[in-house]
């Protein structure tokens, strides 16, 4: 009698992968993180110098200051504007908390206007519709790895006299009619938290200016508002950046245009996958639009309503890794109950975080692995009960990704 073998259970598609990518660069880490406990310079020093040259360059923009953590980031550029009580800054509820925490930490005011249904950045028609004798800045977004819609933005903000905050947390080399993020506002914040495309070994920030003035004045505010000496012209507080996640963003900055390309490709591979699988009737893809680099720090499809939660359980149960960014829009949050904010009063935004769902879209995923997940999503799909997905939007000047 022949034993039967059971085969193999494929293996588990994670949402992302870390280890992998620690594999490709494992010696020039190792020699970084060396050259620093040599040194013995831990706190700011010549690797957060050098890092910031290397990321101005790489945003070109004329100044970078490294600190604490992309929500620092967002903090301090407020901060340096001399924004607070008093003051209104209009931005997106579908985003990460820190963008509108920052705001409260100033004693400003977040003003909360709906996103696009495709891109699921900033509306800049309801920018301008917000916009009151408080406004004083402006933040967009630039989510999931695509820059906000940055002219009609620019020329709000020019006609009422407002600052642009650009929280490019997410988005890190994406570009926008050939400008990189970093240098479509007054300022650009940029998180190193270890998932995003150029991740620390820990948490880690930085922000882009061309106003060297405004540089000076971050630079003293993320130590306590130190002019040296001990002598402190504002009030700051403590975001200073480690020498030793510099040292680890110093190599991996060499490496981000190639995992960035690899994110397009994986990205370009899945849309042609869900094509071949005949699934695009039950999920809408993300777009690119016309002249803007998508660096895919997240890949995220819109599933149709009610489906979304069924879809991520059956891929769990697939071991297929997915995400859901961001269950509840911000306007909707119990902290920000106070602000007035109604259930279906911003409902591009409560829609979109109803209906997406992330997949892995790491650089070091593999052909056999997207397949997987594709097949997966596939099935998941045919499983369910839903058909076609129709949403009150078209797409006629963008791209699948």
């Given at each position: ?6 085969s193999a259970s494929p293996e588990p598609v994670p949402f992302i992968d870390l280890k ?241 390309e690899a994110r397009i490709t994986n990205a370009a591979r899945y849309t042609a996958l ?128």
């Open positions: 009698m022949t034993e039967v073998i059971p992998a990518q620690f594999q490709t660069i494992r010696p020039e880490i190792n020699a970084a993180v060396e050259r620093v406990f040599e040194s013995q310079t831990f706190v700011l020093g010549d690797e957060v110098s050098e890092l910031e040259f290397e990321i101005a360059e790489y945003c070109d923009s004329r100044d970078a200051i490294g600190c604490a953590s992309g929500s620092d980031a967002l903090l301090l550029s407020l901060m340096g504007l001399d924004l607070g009580p008093g003051d209104e800054v209009i931005t997106s509820p579908f985003t990460f908390f820190a963008t509108a925490g920052a705001i409260c930490r100033t004693g400003a005011t977040p003003v909360f206007v709906d996103v696009l249904p495709d891109t699921y950045n900033i509306d800049p028609e309801a920018i301008e519709a917000a916009v009151t004798s408080k406004t004083r800045a402006i933040m967009p977004v630039h989510i999931f790895g695509q820059c906000a819609d940055m002219d009609p933005i620019w020329r709000i903000a020019t006609q009422h006299g407002l600052f642009v905050i650009e929280d490019a947390c997410q988005a890190i080399g994406a570009e926008y009619n050939g400008r990189r993020a970093g240098v479509l506002g007054h300022t650009g914040c940029f998180s190193f938290f270890p998932t995003k495309n150029l991740g620390a070994a820990g948490d880690g920030g930085i922000i882009t200016t061309d106003d060297s003035e405004l540089a000076g004045k971050m630079r003293r505010l993320r130590v306590h508002g130190d002019l040296g000496g001990y002598t402190h012209k504002e009030i700051g507080f403590n975001s200073r950046l480690d020498a030793l996640q510099a040292a680890v963003l110093r190599v991996k900055l060499r490496h981000l245009e190639q995992w960035t869900c094509e071949d699988q005949n699934i695009t009737d039950r999920v809408v893809l993300p777009v690119t639009k016309p002249g803007r680099r998508h660096v895919f720090n997240q890949y995220t499809l819109r599933v149709g309503e009610g489906r979304r939660d069924e879809l991520q359980q059956s891929l769990r149960e697939q071991q297929i890794g997915s995400a859901v960014y961001y269950p509840t829009p911000l306007h909707l949050q119990e902290c920000f109950a106070g602000l007035g904010y109604k259930q279906g009063e911003l409902p591009e935004s409560e829609r979109a975080s109803a209906e997406v769902l992330s997949l892995p879209i790491f650089a070091e995923l593999t052909e056999a692995q997207q397949d997987r997940v594709v097949a997966g999503l596939a099935t998941a799909l045919d499983a369910g009960k839903s058909a076609t997905v129709s949403f009150p939007f078209n797409l006629p000047d963008s791209k699948a990704a």
